[in-house]
């Protein structure tokens, strides 16, 4: 073997080992009513900053809500009724940004039933 071709292989073999296990792991998913009841939490949290009138604030509020809810997985109908509650989100989240805060509230408490009917679907 020349040189060239030692060190391509030493080089391949240190860069194999620079790989952790947790860089190949799997990501550990949450169970459905775990995702639920965070996606609970953060949709309260959201109605309540609502009346601080701070529309930036809200907005990202419900922008977690909605990455949050991207976990949510289980089959076809499920991810299909999940993604029409997802649009409510979008459309709250729109409205905070336009300031207009009841209708983001009824767009959120929307949401939030749509997120609880969700486990008839599993």
Same mark, same amino acid.
Do not use: H
């Given at each position: 073997?020349s040189?060239k071709k030692?060190?391509?292989?030493?080089?391949?073999?240190?860069?194999?080992?620079?790989?952790?296990? /947790?860089t190949?792991a799997?990501?550990?998913?949450?169970?459905?009513? *775990?995702?639920?009841? #965070?996606?609970?939490a953060?949709?309260q !949290?959201?109605?309540d900053?609502?009346? $601080?009138?701070?529309? /930036?604030?809200? !907005? $990202?509020?419900?922008?977690?809500v909605?990455e949050?809810?991207? #976990?949510l997985s !289980?089959?076809?109908?499920? &991810?299909?009724?999940?993604?029409?509650v997802?649009?409510?989100?979008?459309?709250?989240? &729109?409205l905070?940004?336009? $300031?207009?805060?009841?209708?983001? #509230?009824q *767009?959120?408490k &929307?949401?939030r *039933?749509?997120?609880?009917?969700?486990?008839?679907?599993?």
């Amino acid at each position: 073997m020349s040189l060239k071709k030692v060190f391509i292989a030493f080089t391949l073999f240190f860069s194999i080992l620079g790989f952790s296990g /947790a860089t190949l792991a799997k990501e550990v998913k949450k169970s459905v009513p *775990e995702v639920l009841k #965070e996606v609970d939490a953060k949709i309260q !949290a959201a109605l309540d900053a609502i009346p $601080s009138a701070d529309s /930036a604030k809200v !907005a $990202s509020l419900i922008k977690e809500v909605a990455e949050n809810a991207s #976990e949510l997985s !289980a089959n076809y109908k499920f &991810e299909f009724e999940r993604d029409k509650v997802v649009l409510k989100m979008k459309k709250a989240r &729109e409205l905070a940004k336009k $300031s207009d805060f009841a209708g983001a #509230e009824q *767009e959120l408490k &929307e949401a939030r *039933e749509g997120f609880a009917g969700l486990t008839k679907f599993q």
